[in-house]
């Protein structure tokens, strides 16, 4: 009996894969001319019109960018005051040694001693580097402790709300192992806390530290930017609100509770928290000149996977949380705005897929001649003008994060490796719309090695 259920599902197997490109091509050569020329105007209207709703997209990016230039910053809390509340510093890892380096960077906080504590939160599998990490520990009892699971359950936000029951402070301070604080950092994020009992978040801006290091870093150096230097602070300015980002951000212990912790299993659990948050009525606020050095993937598949895993959980998120947020009555309409902000950038990555893949269907559905050049550079001419906005957005993050000389290596990157990164981020897309599964994996860095 299973002999004959394995022999049926290889036949069945090579009848609809083997043989599919067999039939297509058969299907396609026997669609007569008029057809053919039917499905080439079909697909040459669904190409302009996506064409145009890009232009909308990419125009609406232009406006982001100039509202950043002609509004101005946020002004910081004054740091004279004398506000040192408890405050915990969670450094969740898993086999990474660079959580060495940020809890280093946390013990030279100029903040009192006895007013924050440490705690990493180990996951790590390999004996190694958790013997590294308790070595490093066992010199500052009075600070650092480490927390255990025993697995990795959960992902991140499972080992988060594990550190949570140990969690002393009254605001909870969180880093990726790869984040190196300055010793104001502390003093700096916790100052707008102070008689603002509404606030909940407060986000530092991140400052990738190994940006000039490849095409890769580059690339993934320019998509951090775009977000921290253009759509963060033009949100924060314009919408009065913000976004969890997972990292160099401190939450109100008291907020976290109330909303019931962190999704476990969530890939992007700083998005879908920050849904929870807005609608339980507090704010989440944007420090644009407060930034946190980091790294960014200088691996291809590394970036590919980073990219593919964001898209699927801030897809999730949206899935989940979009209809009840803009119904919410504690969230204001501009917020409402700023939360719709948040997924153009995934619509864009969307729309050029469909504008390839429609571009093709138009091509093979075309008369059959010699290629003509003129009409291809044209198309091409006015596809990267209605891209602009959104490639000059990303020039300009460059500029703003005193990047500039790289500009043309941007553009060669977005060119090569960013087509990959467009596909892996619609497979994110993809799965997280029709429910697939998908893993929590590990990014190569450099702070690892010790």
């Not at 659990?269 to 807005?278: A, G, Q, V």
């Given at each position: 009996m299973a002999t004959?259920?394995?022999?049926?599902?290889?036949?069945?197997?090579?009848?609809?894969?083997?043989?599919?490109?067999?039939?297509?091509?058969?299907?396609?050569?026997?669609?007569?001319?008029p057809i053919l020329d039917i499905l080439h105007l079909v697909f040459n209207v669904l190409f302009d019109i996506v064409l145009g709703v890009i232009m909308i997209v990419s125009v609406f990016y232009l406006l982001l960018l100039i509202y950043s230039y002609i509004t101005k910053k946020q002004e910081e809390k004054s740091l004279k005051t004398k506000y040192t509340p408890f405050v915990t510093i969670q450094i969740p890892t898993y086999n990474e040694l660079a959580a060495i380096k940020c809890a280093k960077k946390c013990l030279k906080f100029d903040y009192p001693k006895d007013k924050y504590e440490i705690i990493i939160g180990d996951d790590s599998s390999k004996k190694r580097v958790s013997e590294k990490i308790d070595g490093f520990a066992s010199k500052h009892p009075e600070l650092i402790k480490v927390t255990r699971r025993g697995s990795n359950i959960g992902f991140k936000p499972g080992n988060l709300n594990h550190?949570?029951?140990?969690?002393?402070?009254?605001?909870?301070?969180?880093?990726?192992?790869?984040?190196?604080p300055k010793k104001d950092f502390l003093k700096r994020?916790?100052?707008?806390f102070k008689n603002n009992d509404s606030l909940g978040v407060v986000q530092a801006r991140w400052n990738i530290k190994n940006f000039s290091q490849n095409l890769v870093s580059i690339l993934g150096g320019a998509v951090s930017?775009?977000?921290?230097?253009?759509v963060m602070p033009s949100m924060v300015r314009k919408q009065g609100t913000s976004f969890l980002c997972g990292s160099a951000e401190v939450i109100r212990k008291k907020a976290l509770e109330e909303v019931g912790g962190w999704k476990n299993g969530a890939l992007t659990?700083?998005?879908?928290?920050?849904?929870?948050?807005?609608k339980k009525g507090y704010k989440i606020k944007?420090?644009?000149?407060?930034?946190?050095?980091?790294?960014?993937?200088f691996r291809p598949k590394d970036l590919y996977k980073q990219q593919m895993r964001w898209a699927y959980g801030v897809i999730s998120a949206f899935k989940e949380h979009l209809v009840s947020s803009l119904l919410s009555s504690k969230i204001n309409i501009k917020s409402k705005i700023g939360v719709m902000i948040m997924l153009s950038g995934y619509s864009f990555s969307f729309l050029l897929m469909c504008l390839f893949v429609l571009g093709i269907l138009s091509f093979m559905t075309g008369t059959p001649g010699p290629i003509q050049w003129t009409k291809l550079i044209s198309e091409f001419s006015k596809t990267t003008f209605f891209t602009f906005g959104f490639t000059l957005?990303?020039?300009?993050?460059?500029?703003?994060?005193?990047?500039?000389?790289?500009?043309?290596?941007?553009?060669?990157?977005?060119?090569?490796?960013?087509?990959?990164v467009t596909y892996y981020v619609n497979v994110g897309i993809f799965k997280a719309i029709?429910?697939?599964?998908?893993?929590?994996?590990?990014?190569?860095?450099a702070g690892n090695k010790i």
């Open positions: 004959d259920l394995i022999a049926r599902f290889i036949q069945l197997w090579v009848k609809y894969y083997l043989e599919f490109p067999k039939k297509f091509s058969e299907f396609y050569f026997s669609l007569s001319r550190m949570l029951k140990f969690t002393k402070g009254e605001f909870i301070v969180i880093f990726d192992s790869d984040f190196l994020i916790i100052a707008p930017a775009t977000f921290h230097f253009i659990e700083d998005i879908e928290c920050s849904f929870r948050i807005l944007y420090l644009e000149d407060l930034s946190c050095d980091c790294e960014t993937p957005t990303s020039i300009i993050a460059l500029i703003k994060s005193n990047h500039t000389k790289y500009i043309f290596h941007l553009i060669i990157a977005s060119l090569s490796i960013g087509m990959v029709f429910n697939r599964s998908m893993n929590w994996f590990m990014i190569e860095k």
